[in-house]
């Protein structure tokens, strides 16, 4: 979705990446509330049933939905239509590849998080109605963030945000160490807000930035398919190994300390300097 939406900016300035990626935020935060209901008074087989007729809806919106006019422009490129390797900028692909790095390790962290939030609150006293409750928190703390996030990067610089991010989901795995009420933990839910929502726009503009012309999906996909797929499945996996064999708390500091690792490569490694222009 997100190289999507950039390729419908392109012709259609007037799409804001923020305020569609929080549009599904907002989307997922009622549905959770209302799913948790659901599942409490009618059972978990139902959820299959609302969850295909989406699903369905879902599909007819993409088939509705033009696709993006306007093909990239490539600059640099020689007589045969391909881009010159001069139009790869070595400092920016090795910037590219720190960032990769220190992306996918804090989504690891974060992923072995939130595939094992569900046990934590159950372990903590908490029922169907409060998962639903917190997720309705955690995205409905998405949807200001990514509303704000044009005005955001245009007065920060997007490694700034990105730091900062990195900052709040190391602050998010803290919280679910140390809160130990069922009511605390569903309320530290609201971190969700400055970790991921702020992640996601400014990684968006900081790739758009350092890719070569006509390679910035390519760059979005490569990104997309570290930090989300293989900090996704690492985090995922090991997280159930770690937790099956040392308990959930043990998964949690190994997920904080993963992630703080990956906050330090990306402030010594990933970060450039340059100055906003407006």
């Not at 990067?153 to 730091?163: A, C, H, P, R, V």
């Not at 795995?173 to 140390?178: E, P, R, T, V, Y």
């Not at 400055?194 to 930035?209: H, K, M, N, Q």
Request: one cysteine or more; hydrophobic letters at 50%; aromatic letters at 16%.
């Amino acid at each position: 979705i997100d190289s999507w939406t950039l390729s419908h900016s392109a012709d259609k300035p007037w799409i804001d990446y923020g305020l569609t990626r929080g549009m599904g935020s907002l989307g997922f935060a009622l549905t959770a509330v209302i799913f948790g209901f659901f599942l409490d008074k009618y059972g978990y087989n139902i959820m299959f049933y609302i969850h295909f007729v989406f699903v369905i809806i879902s599909v007819v919106f993409c088939f509705i939905i033009e696709p993006g006019r306007n093909k990239p422009v490539l600059k640099n490129v020689d007589n045969r239509g391909k881009m010159s390797i001069g139009e790869i900028k070595f400092k920016d692909l090795v910037k590219f590849i720190w960032f990769l790095i220190a992306a996918t390790l804090v989504f690891t962290g974060f992923r072995a998080n939130a595939t094992f939030f569900p046990l934590l609150l159950t372990e903590r006293g908490g029922n169907n109605s409060m998962l639903g409750m917190a997720f309705f928190i955690m995205a409905g703390s998405e949807f200001p963030v990514l509303f704000a996030s044009k005005k955001l990067l245009m007065k920060f610089k997007d490694t700034t945000l990105i730091t900062v991010s990195m900052v709040f989901f190391c602050v998010r795995i803290l919280c679910h160490i140390l809160a130990v009420p069922v009511s605390l933990l569903i309320l530290s839910q609201i971190t969700q807000g400055l970790s991921f929502a702020l992640f996601l726009p400014a990684c968006v503009y900081y790739i758009r930035r350092i890719a070569p012309s006509g390679l910035t999906s390519t760059y979005l996909t490569i990104a997309t398919s570290c930090y989300f797929g293989i900090g996704g499945i690492l985090g995922s996996y090991f997280g159930g190994i770690i937790t099956e064999s040392y308990g959930i708390f043990t998964m949690l500091n190994s997920s904080l300390i993963l992630t703080v690792i990956g906050l330090l490569v990306f402030i010594f490694a990933g970060r450039d300097n340059y100055v906003i222009t407006h």
